[in-house]
């Protein structure tokens, strides 16, 4: 609602790109007009300086090219910036700018121009202090009771306090166990600093302690101190707040007391001068920063925090008395006086969000109509309830909630794939071998019909193929629909034309009902004009360098496709059906079909099961053993620090020797880990291309629907990545037991049994190779696929020669395994004896 968002009042956007922190803040009258009237001071951890003094024509206004007073690159990033009376001899302001490894103050001056540009500012370099130490915050103020100046002190990021005295350099000193910096602030009225450790509690340190403590320079005790011409750093008092701090503010608005708030990371507290608590407010949201500002009633403070939900809250000691809207997550809060407008909030964000902004309302000119009381008639509401009841569940039995022919229509996808690969290949980091990887653009249309709601498009390809973008959003506002489509990808993207080979390890043979088709024209990129003995061999390279051969029979209606790596043949086999299919049906035949009369190459196939999930056990077993090496590492590390921070040291009695070696292991072990995480992505992707063999050689072979099909593909290939929490063997295993007990079974009993309810990772691959073997077994005595229980009963009754049972034993499973073996033999040998003559010799065949 209008009525809860902060009014802006000015706002711009700084740079590009450039990133900014709760230091990066200030408002001061930087240029020392004496009007009371505040500039605004951002600096940015891309080196920029900026000064803006706002003055909008008219609320809500961006800046104007005269708003930014200056700009300039000090080229080091700027870590924060304060305006105080830095430089000796004067009590004018100057500019103190922290960089990471310098401290700059500079003077900012304007001067009146010549011509009707206006008045010129610059900045005057006045003294530098360059750090021997990477500085994390800075602090300022009249240390130890001084007049008319203040002094700087830096924290380090290894936790060491430097103070500067103006031009000098005073002192430095090391927080007694100090492990991270915290927020730092400086209390005036106490002469101290407050700090939270990394040990979560408040500390507070007394400047006089802090100047006549030991040196910085000498951490550990020296001969002097012992004898006590030095004093050790000791803390004032400490708190525990039981959280991490994001900022730390001293606030006293008089002068009898002083107020130390410490934002945390889900409270925020207010403390005494002595460290004891005023009060504290557990927060809703997660805070980005705070401001205290004034205080309205005597006894209370009000507070600024903003969090990171875009919400600026206004408390009141712990009453919450306003929230408003910001159009952004503020890291930076402060309130100054701009152009005469007291009050005037500026927040920034961490990505250069600046804004000037007040809190107040627009008033609401819209009135409710007054609505008409009459009496309600509950009969008449019953009956038009039913009847709408009704009418909303016959449209639910027939069409559903939507319309389907409405749901098409709303939104279309389309993609074309371009003919050509693109000029310059997007895949500029990737080589396999010696191939450079090439690219090929893929256009995707969205056509709707109405608008519709943050569209979010999603490509996905196949291992190993790639994409350069794979979600795509557009912000629009309608119903939500899904809608799909699927596009083939040119062969040549992942293979190239290859030598022939005569002989190979592993070779399949498709039989199809039409005379053969010359190679040349189903693969017309693959090869080049030869003689016409030669048209009917075609070799292939992919990529990664393994070969396949394809040979079309001159006198049969036969197909050869062959390989050393039984994966690879099906890409080919599967591209030269799709391409027979659509040259038939450009020729207006209509009635081709492709099958195969050879043995199901399971051997072959359950060889790359095997290798996959001993790649998985290895990989538990390497995990597992990672796990016990970084327990033992985490536990030598308790040790040794328990032996370092005793007050009476003791040997170490070998542990830094065992520690090294630990870590060495884990880094081993993490490096196996992650060789064996390849390997298992090579291992499931190979096992993905024969599964695809296995079901297109089922289909054929069977001649299966396209519905059987989608089930065998919806068992074999339920997963699109490998896990070890979920992997591919327990997860076909299950559906394959599934579809024996259901549309495969011989008996209601069968249907009746149920599955285990948990998967987890078998001991061995056994089980699933057998109900593979039995599932193929099913499905050549006449089995069916099919999704529904009551359609598989009929179909088990007519299979010739009948269905055996589930084994429910060792012996039962034996019994099946050897009533299948003879029809699932090994598939290199039926390739020897069965040889085809009329396939023209090899030799001499150019790619």
Known sequence: MSLFKARDWWSTVLGEKEEFDQGCLCLADVDNTGNGQDKVIVGSFMGYLRIFNPHPVKTGDGAQAEDLLLEVHLRDPILQVEVGKFVSGTEMLHLAVLHSRKLCVYSVSGSLGNVEHGTQYQIKLMYEHNLQRTACNMTYGSFGGVKGRDLICIQSMDGMLMVFEQESYAFGRFLPGSLLPGPLAYSSRTDSFITVSSCRQVESYKYQVLAFATDADKRQETEQQKLGSGKRLVVDWTLNIGEQALDICIVSFNQSASSVFVLGERNFFCLKDNGQIRFMKKLDCSPSCFLPYCSVSEGTINTLIGNHNNMLHVYQDVTLKW???????????????????????????DDGHLQCSYLGTDPSLFQAPKVESRELNYDELDIELKELQKIIKDVNKSQGVWPMTEREDDLKVSAMVSPNFDSVSQSTDVEVGADLVPSVTVKVT?????????IRLSVYVQPPLVLTCDQFTFELMGIPR????????????????????KTASHKLTIDTNKSPVSLLSLFPGFANQSEDDQVNVMGFRFLGGSRVTLLASKTSQRYRIQSE?????????????????EYFEKQGIKDFACSFSGSMPLQEYFELIDHHFELRINGEKLEELLSERAVQFRAIQRRLLTRFKDKTPAPLQHLDTLLDGTYKQVISL??????????????????????????????????????????????????????????????????????????????????????????????DTSRLKKHITLLCDRLAKGGRLCLSTDAAAPQTMVMPGGCATIPESDLEERSVEQDSTELFTNHKHLIVETPMPEVSPLQGVSE
């Not at 899904?482 to 080979?501: D, N, Y």
């Not at 296995?694 to 001649?703: A, E, R, T």
């Open 670 to 763: 993490a490096d196996a880990v992650e060789e064996n995480q390849d390997n298992l992505f090579q291992s499931f992707t190979r096992l993905k291309s024969a599964t695809h063999l296995v079901i297109l050689l089922i289909g054929l072979w069977q001649k299966l629907s396209a519905d059987q099909i989608a089930i065998l593909e919806a068992a074999f290939l339920p997963l699109q990545q490998d896990t070890q929490e979920l992997g591919w063997e327990e997860t076909v295993d299950a559906a394959i037991s599934h579809l024996l007990k259901t549309c495969l079974s011989k008996s209601s009993k069968e249907q009746a049994l149920n599955l285990s309810s948990q998967l987890s990772i078998p001991k």
């Open 446 to 454: 969205l056509q709707n019909r109405v608008a519709l709601q943050k």
């Open 323 to 349: 929230a408003t809207q910001l159009p952004h997550i503020p890291v930076a809060v402060r309130v100054g006086c701009l152009h005469d407008l007291k009050g005037v909030i500026v927040t920034l964000s």
């Open 565 to 581: 790596q039984f994966e690879d043949l099906w890409l080919i086999t599967n591209e030269l059906i799709i391409r027979l299919q």
């Open 482 to 501: 899904v809608s799909q489509c699927k596009f083939r990808l040119p062969l040549k993207l992942i293979c190239l034309p290859g030598q022939p080979s």
